[in-house]
């Protein structure tokens, strides 16, 4: 199991403030779905840190403009998605509550294509996945690629046979007129 350690502060010598699992909690609706909102920030952090996640207690897990959030999920195979008892009604009411915020971005009409108001920085760690964008281009990733995701329409795909674990740190952003 992966941990989330924190520094801080203490007699002004630097030392670990948090330490703890980051859980996992796979979704029941889709086997091998797993999402963690693991850390966030502030618009305008402050050091020495204060003791909060500034992720806790947001109905969203997107942030708001200047404000991180660091996430971790995991996707299974996109076959999990296509098997014959796969509920899409489930699945749908288990994105709202477990992913407020960036549930409501997903479009019925093309499933897992979202559009979201941040900037941000994907690193693939465990798997192979493929990243779909609405030009039609579809690029193939492997552990250790990173992509920079600028609030444009996508989609993340696993066409293999194993889960896909990526670490996301999302900026929230404000989205300009596109150009």
């Known amino acids: 199991m992966a941990r ?13 403030g948090l330490e703890q699992s980051i859980p996992v909690m796979p979704f029941k609706s889709v086997p091998g779905f797993d999402t963690a909102v693991v850390w966030g920030t502030a618009a305008a952090p402050s050091v020495p840190w204060d003791g909060r996640n500034a992720a806790d207690g947001h109905e969203s897990v997107l942030p708001d403009a200047g404000e991180t959030r660091l996430m971790k999920v995991t996707f299974p195979p996109d076959s999990v998605m296509m098997s014959a008892d796969f509920d899409p009604a489930a699945a749908g009411a288990e ?3 477990r992913i407020p915020g960036l549930a409501q971005r997903f479009e019925p009409d093309s499933p897992g294509m979202h559009t979201t108001d941040s900037v941000d920085y994907g690193i693939l760690i465990e798997g192979e996945i493929s990243l779909e964008l609405d030009d039609g281009k579809t690029v193939a990733l492997k552990p250790g690629d990173v992509v920079v995701q600028n609030g444009t329409r996508h989609a993340w795909r696993n066409p293999g046979a194993k889960p896909a674990t ?5 900026i929230g952003a404000n989205r300009s007129a596109d150009k």
């Open 4 to 16: 989330l350690i924190v520094t801080s502060h203490k007699d002004g010598k630097s030392s670990v």
């Open 95 to 97: 994105y709202m509550s």
């Open 166 to 170: 990526l670490i996301f740190v999302l």
